[in-house]
């Protein structure tokens, strides 16, 4: 495989870890053990941000690289992994978002209720890059200068 399939299948990697990371912490936030609230005060925000900054920021970048090696070309392989990276994406910040409604409201912040909501948002272009190099693409002849 050339390096760019490489960078699509680790993008979806990383889409699939955040995912699970985001599902992980959204469900411990919905039932967390009754020693650890007085042994510790739990705090979301650092946590989310951190798996951001590990998780979708990389995955984001990983999709864009191929996206720009293969642009002027097109790619199925390599669309069809950035499309299946972003409905990843979509399906974990949906189960995500479904725990909402079961956190305790110490725990609600803004950054705990709109994450999984911008990254369901940010998930379409994802599938729209992918979907666009999936489309082969006809090579331009070369111009004969001489």
């Known amino acids: 495989m050339a390096i760019e399939k490489w960078l699509a299948v680790t993008a979806v990697g990383l889409f699939a870890m ?15 053990p009754d020693e650890l609230e007085f042994v510790i005060k739990f705090d979301p925000d650092p946590k989310i941000f951190q798996f951001i900054s590990i998780g979708v920021a990389p995955a984001g970048i990983l999709s ?17 992994l950035i499309i299946v990276g972003g409905i ?18 110490v725990y609600l912040t803004d950054v705990v209720k709109f994450t999984p909501l911008l990254f369901m948002v940010l998930s379409f272009p994802v599938m ?15 111009k004969e200068f001489f």
């Not at 864009?64 to 069809?80: D, E, H, L, Q, W």
């Not at 999936?134 to 070369?142: D, G």
């Open 64 to 80: 864009a690289v191929p996206f720009i090696m293969t642009r002027n070309y097109g790619s199925k392989p390599i669309g069809g």
């Open 88 to 105: 990843i994406l979509l399906v974990g910040m949906l189960v995500s978002h479904s725990f909402i409604n079961n956190i305790d409201d």
């Open 18 to 32: 955040f995912a699970g990371e985001m599902i992980s912490i959204y469900y411990f936030m919905t039932d967390i």
């Open 128 to 142: 729209v890059v992918g979907a666009y190099l999936a489309k082969p693409k006809k090579k331009r002849p070369k």
